[in-house]
Nanobody, 115 residues
Framework: QVQLAESGGGLVQPGGSLRLSCAAS????????MGWYRQAPGKQRELVAT???????NYADSVKGRFTISRDNAKNTAYLQMNNLKVEDTAVYYC?????????WGQGTLVTVSS
């Protein structure tokens, strides 16, 4: 059974930093594209960043230069380092693994940016 467990969310002030983790079990992540998505209240879920098995990355324009996605295949884990957080980054952040037609989602972790 495939499971993705996100962690690292919480409350942070504007300008602060958080690091999210996504630990996978039930599969080996090295052949999957790993991604972070987010959904703010009243809005659709949107792509934040993705990283391929070879390390190629892709970012939403809104987070470029502030967020960094990475992965550790040996630990079956993906990370999202978020710096200079803004109020508009407030959302539930989801981890997703993709390979062909196979998609797996985590349960999400809440990030709240507020003073």
């Amino acid at each position: 059974q495939v499971q993705l467990a996100e962690s690292g969310g919480g409350l942070v002030q504007p300008g602060g930093s958080l690091r999210l983790s996504c630990a996978a079990s039930g599969l080996f992540v090295n052949i999957y594209v790993m991604g972070w998505y987010r959904q703010a209240p009243g809005k659709q879920r949107e792509l934040v960043a993705t990283i391929s098995g070879g390390g190629s990355t892709n970012y939403a324009d809104s987070v470029k230069g502030r967020f960094t996605i990475s992965r550790d295949n040996a630990k079956n884990t993906a990370y999202l380092q978020m710096n200079n957080l803004k109020v508009e980054d407030t959302a539930v952040y989801y981890c997703k693994l993709t390979r062909g037609n196979s998609n797996y989602w985590g349960q999400g972790t809440l990030v709240t940016v507020s003073s």
